[in-house]
């Protein structure tokens, strides 16, 4: 079965500061997304990242695959208040054509 | 927007009461989806379709039963709403990208069983 763990769960950060949020998988799985999430609202695709070594970066936002490892990580840079929100990887089941999902990084940028 | 619309937003509902949430796509896309989501899971796949009238079932489907007869509409029903069952539920499709593919989520709908 497969199986997403996402860490930290939370994350208080200052603005100006760097961070990773790092998500592991426990099966074999090519395909890896980043969704946003802010209160009250639906999910916002940030990443799609389809192969080993693969690196996708949009604004302050960097998303890495090392299928080998089965890690995925999403690193900010210089945050922003803006950028507060919750963070959920997810990784494709082929069993199902569909995702299993991280519990969610709730990250808050402070100022 | 990829055309992805889910209705009600809201609902209240008495425990016992059978319940029918509406997912509706405007763009013929095959897969159609329905998750649940609480506090500390993520999303959970609940149910799943792949076609008119082809369904499977997901992760936590015990208690919830789906539907769909025309490709636009997935319907999700709880047969007898309980407790457990309050969440947010998000229909999410599945839709091409660039030669892959990714997914496009409804706006939620919010459920309370009282």
């Known amino acids: 079965e497969l199986k997403v763990e996402q860490n930290p769960l939370f994350l208080s950060m200052q603005e100006g500061k760097n961070y990773t949020i790092y998500c592991n998988y426990s099966?074999?799985?090519?395909?890896l997304y980043w969704y946003r999430q802010d209160p009250g609202k639906s999910l916002e695709s940030l990443f799609v990242l389809l192969s080993n070594g693969a690196v996708k970066q949009e604004g302050r936002l960097m998303a890495s695959l090392d299928t080998k490892a089965r890690l995925s990580t999403l690193h900010i840079t210089a945050a922003v208040h803006d950028l507060s929100a919750t963070y959920f990887c997810a990784v494709g089941d082929y069993n199902n054509n569909d995702m299993r999902f991280g519990a969610g990084t709730r990250l808050t940028v402070k100022p | 927007d990829a055309g992805i619309t889910q209705s009600p937003r809201h609902k209240v509902t008495e425990t016992g009461t059978p319940v029918t949430l509406r997912c509706h796509q405007t763009?013929?896309?095959?897969?159609m989806y329905w998750y649940r989501q609480d506090p500390g899971h993520g999303l959970r796949l609940i149910h799943y379709?792949?076609?008119?009238?082809?369904?499977d079932k997901g992760e936590v489907s015990d208690g919830y039963s789906v539907s769909r007869s025309k490709t636009e509409d997935f319907l999700l029903t709880l047969e007898s709403a309980t407790s457990s069952q309050t969440s947010v539920y998000f229909c999410a499709i599945c839709i091409s990208l660039s030669g892959d593919y990714g997914y496009t989520f409804g706006s939620g709908t919010r459920l309370t069983v009282v």
């Open positions: 099966t074999t799985s090519d395909r």
């Open positions: 379709s792949y076609g008119v009238k082809d369904t």
């Open positions: 763009e013929n896309h095959r897969y």
